[in-house]
């Protein structure tokens, strides 16, 4: 800033000032109206917090399905004769394909045992002359391989020489996936409609403060104050408003997941998966502050627009 001419330099460091002394005048203004800034940061508070709240246990929950075994696994059913050093060598390749997450052998007697066991027709079993189950190789597919993905796989792996049938069943995980789908789309419609709210709440405050202060604006503009010097203050008043609300909705977030810790852990421990519950961590907090601050400036932004003009000496 040193090497700015001097007229320049007198230009920022008069408006540094002018907004300096808006933005501190803003904050004593509502430390003065402790009850009512305090009601107006809550309603700000809560409604930034249901979705960021709910976008995070959103995340949680697809971090879950994504560590599944497989999200959905291919069964591939060997041509029957196949030696069972042909059909493991074959499942080996596979497995270093990069769709391919992991594979597994079930050998016919593997197949029969488990079939057994699962059925009770045993002694059913015992009476063929030759066991009538194939071998069969389960491939897990890659985590981040989406459902389009997974058709083009199965039908590649048909092709294969030594596979008889290659089943996948997408139905649950297209289910799944229409389900989360639905519930981000639903996660982010009510945040605009909250938006909306935080919009709403801080312009009609911004209202009543300008009603307030009437005669103040009225003798402003007798002396040649301008709209810019006029609305400045009410703009930090939402500023402050969005900053503080965004500081509370963080710190109701931050309850939120404490208090689902525990059985949120218990969840992830039965489906060994990672923890299902994160904090907003310092992005995420800068977001919401980001969120709450842009809001609460739109409000007061359109409030001063609307009922500054109305307001002329007489």
Same mark, same amino acid.
């Given at each position: 800033?040193?090497?700015?001419?001097?007229?320049?330099?007198?230009?920022?460091?008069?408006?540094?000032?002018?907004?300096?002394?808006?933005?501190?005048?803003?904050?004593?203004?509502?430390?003065?109206?402790?009850? /009512?800034?305090?009601?107006? =940061?809550?309603?700000?508070?809560?409604?930034?917090?249901?979705?960021?709240?709910?976008?995070?246990?959103?995340?949680?929950?697809?971090?879950?399905?994504?560590?599944?075994?497989?999200?959905? +696994?291919? +069964?591939?059913?060997?041509?029957?004769?196949?030696?069972?050093?042909?059909?493991?060598?074959?499942?080996?390749?596979?497995?270093?394909? /990069?769709?391919?997450?992991?594979?597994?052998?079930? =050998?016919?007697?593997?197949?029969?045992? !488990?079939?057994? /066991?699962?059925?009770?027709?045993?002694?059913?079993?015992?009476?063929?002359?030759?066991?009538?189950?194939?071998?069969?190789?389960?491939?897990?597919?890659?985590?981040?391989?989406?459902?389009?993905? #997974?058709? &083009? %796989?199965?039908?590649? %792996?048909?092709? #294969?020489?030594?596979?008889?049938? /290659?089943?996948?069943?997408?139905?649950?995980?297209?289910?799944?996936? $229409?389900?989360?789908?639905?519930?981000?789309?639903?996660?982010?419609?009510?945040?605009?409609?909250?938006?909306?709210?935080?919009?709403?709440?801080?312009?009609?405050?911004?209202?009543?403060?300008?009603?307030?202060?009437?005669?103040?604006?009225?003798?402003?503009?007798?002396?040649?104050?301008?709209?810019?010097?006029?609305?400045?203050?009410?703009?930090?008043?939402?500023?402050?408003?969005?900053?503080?609300?965004?500081?509370?909705?963080? %710190?109701?977030?931050?309850?939120?997941?404490?208090?689902? $810790?525990?059985?949120?852990?218990?969840?992830?421990?039965?489906?060994?998966?990672?923890?299902?519950?994160?904090?907003?961590? #310092?992005?995420? %907090?800068?977001?919401?502050?980001? $969120?709450?601050?842009?809001?609460?400036?739109?409000?007061?932004?359109?409030?001063?627009?609307?009922?500054?003009? &109305?307001? !002329?000496?007489?």
């Amino acid at each position: 800033m040193s090497g700015l001419p001097h007229a320049v330099r007198r230009y920022l460091a008069g408006w540094l000032q002018g907004h300096g002394r808006a933005a501190v005048g803003a904050l004593g203004r509502l430390s003065r109206t402790r009850l /009512a800034s305090a009601m107006t =940061t809550g309603v700000l508070g809560i409604a930034l917090a249901l979705p960021a709240t709910f976008l995070l246990l959103l995340q949680g929950v697809e971090g879950v399905t994504a560590e599944w075994d497989g999200g959905a +696994s291919l +069964s591939l059913f060997i041509e029957s004769g196949t030696e069972e050093s042909d059909y493991r060598v074959f499942a080996d390749e596979l497995r270093e394909r /990069a769709a391919i997450r992991s594979t597994e052998v079930i =050998t016919p007697e593997a197949a029969a045992e !488990e079939f057994s /066991a699962r059925s009770g027709m045993r002694d059913a079993l015992d009476l063929l002359d030759e066991n009538p189950l194939p071998p069969v190789v389960i491939v897990v597919p890659a985590p981040d391989l989406d459902a389009a993905g #997974l058709q &083009a %796989l199965g039908k590649e %792996l048909q092709s #294969l020489e030594l596979v008889d049938v /290659a089943r996948l069943d997408l139905e649950w995980v297209q289910r799944l996936h $229409a389900i989360m789908d639905l519930l981000r789309r639903a996660v982010w419609l009510v945040a605009a409609l909250l938006a909306v709210t935080v919009v709403l709440v801080v312009g009609n405050t911004i209202r009543l403060a300008i009603e307030n202060r009437r005669e103040e604006i009225v003798i402003t503009k007798l002396i040649g104050g301008t709209d810019a010097f006029i609305r400045r203050p009410f703009l930090y008043e939402g500023v402050w408003y969005g900053a503080f609300g965004g500081l509370l909705a963080a %710190l109701l977030v931050e309850v939120v997941r404490l208090s689902l $810790a525990a059985p949120a852990a218990d969840l992830a421990t039965l489906y060994a998966a990672e923890p299902l519950l994160h904090g907003l961590g #310092l992005h995420g %907090l800068v977001r919401l502050l980001a $969120a709450g601050i842009g809001l609460g400036l739109v409000g007061s932004w359109l409030a001063v627009g609307r009922h500054l003009a &109305a307001i !002329e000496p007489t």
